[in-house]
């Protein structure tokens, strides 16, 4: 541009200009420029923007774990997902898969390592476009879907988790394995297995149900041999700080019971409640050492009123649109103007161009 203005001022002058005539001459015509886009552009487009928290509600993308011999293509598990598009518009749903075969993804519910199940779904989050460059998810768990969420959150927790809710999970274990059909001989015979060989190192890393089965008059076997409900409830002697500090990153934990359960033995785990069979006696939550010491943040979470104990009429996951419809709205709604939002513009970018191709 400077060329330019120094050519024409030549050209109708008539001879060349001096060294100061020129730079007053530059100096105006700048000055000029300036005035000219400072009537065009607006100059609050001009300032820098600094970093700044949402201007606008934001509905954070909802990550789903079905439960046991469920996929994630299931029909009944998809309406969820356009149930919560529904009362949340804009709601991105991803649902947890093992395998993108859905016949495959239904066999990991129940044969599989945990351990190995958990660090696979904390890589594909973390790798996901979408989910990777959002501020934060809501995550829903259904049955045992629900203390792998959990799991999630205090082994890797990236892309963190806002608000967790669970339905009818075994927080707290099962102390008896579910029932197969009469004509299921298949479920019959890992069920012998599962129940004659419940500690073996087998049994523990390869049967699903086995590695949160917690039976309260066994508990040294199961301190000895869990490989992964005793880890993530932090009952060993050696506790795991990072689970903890994960765990009071959540904004709220909302676990559902089933008032009629008869699927989940004891369904009191659904709130972290110990069931003692024999005795009939029920250790609540509050009354437990896990509480007490904090070895999982439980106790921080409900001071601050974090922590919520609904109970939902019916069997085991027996849910009603109106009892999702009430859990979507409380727990899932979009973050409220002024919330903090600690990425770079560049990110929020990136999260909302993969939005809106996904959406």
């Known amino acids: 541009m400077g060329s330019g203005i120094q050519s024409f001022i030549f050209t109708n002058s008539g001879s060349p200009p001096t060294m100061a005539s020129s730079l007053l001459l530059l100096f105006g015509a ?20 600094p970093a700044s928290p949402y201007t606008t509600p934001t509905t954070l993308p909802l990550v789903i774990w079905h439960g046991l011999g469920d996929n994630y293509k299931a029909e ?15 709601t991105y749903t991803y649902f947890i898969r093992l395998s993108s075969d859905p016949s495959s993804d239904r066999t990991a519910t129940f044969l599989g390592n945990l351990t190995l199940e958990v660090a696979q779904v904390c890589a594909d989050l973390a790798a996901h476009p979408i989910l990777s460059a959002a501020p934060a998810i809501n995550a829903l768990g259904f049955s045992q879907g629900g203390q792998f969420m959990r799991a999630y959150v205090e082994r890797c927790n990236n892309p963190p988790v806002a608000n967790l809710v669970t339905f009818g999970s075994q927080h707290n274990g099962i102390s008896e394995f579910q029932k197969c059909e009469d004509a ?5 015979g890992w069920q012998g297995l599962l129940r004659g060989n419940t500690w073996s190192g087998f049994v523990q890393n390869k049967l699903v149900p086995a590695q949160y089965f917690r039976n309260p008059e066994d508990l040294d076997n199961y301190l000895e041999n869990s490989n992964f409900l005793a880890d993530v409830n932090n009952e060993r002697e050696v506790k795991n700080a990072t689970y903890k500090e994960n765990m009071k990153k959540l904004e709220r934990f909302a676990m559902y019971m ?12 659904a709130w972290f409640s110990e069931f003692n069979a024999t ?21 921080w979470l409900d001071e601050r009123n974090k922590l919520e104990f ?18 979507f709205e409380k727990y899932f ?9 600690e990425r770079t513009p560049k990110e929020k970018e990136k999260y909302n161009d993969y939005a809106q191709e996904e959406l």
């Open 258 to 269: 089933f008032s009629e359960d008869k699927t989940v033995v004891p369904k009191e785990s």
């Open 279 to 299: 005795t009939g006696k029920e250790t609540k939550l509050k009354d437990r050492q896990l509480y007490k010491e904090d070895w999982i943040g439980l106790k």
């Open 30 to 49: 700048l000055t000029l420029i300036q005035s000219i886009i400072a009537a065009i552009i607006p100059q609050n487009l001009l300032a820098e923007t």
């Open 76 to 90: 009944g598990l998809r309406s969820v997902g356009a149930l919560a598009a529904k009362v949340n518009p804009g």
């Open 310 to 327: 609904p109970t939902t009429k019916g069997g085991h996951m027996e849910l009603t649109d109106k009892t999702l419809i009430e859990a």
């Open 184 to 188: 299921d001989w298949v479920c019959q």
């Open 333 to 341: 709604k979009p973050r409220e103007k002024g919330a903090a939002d």
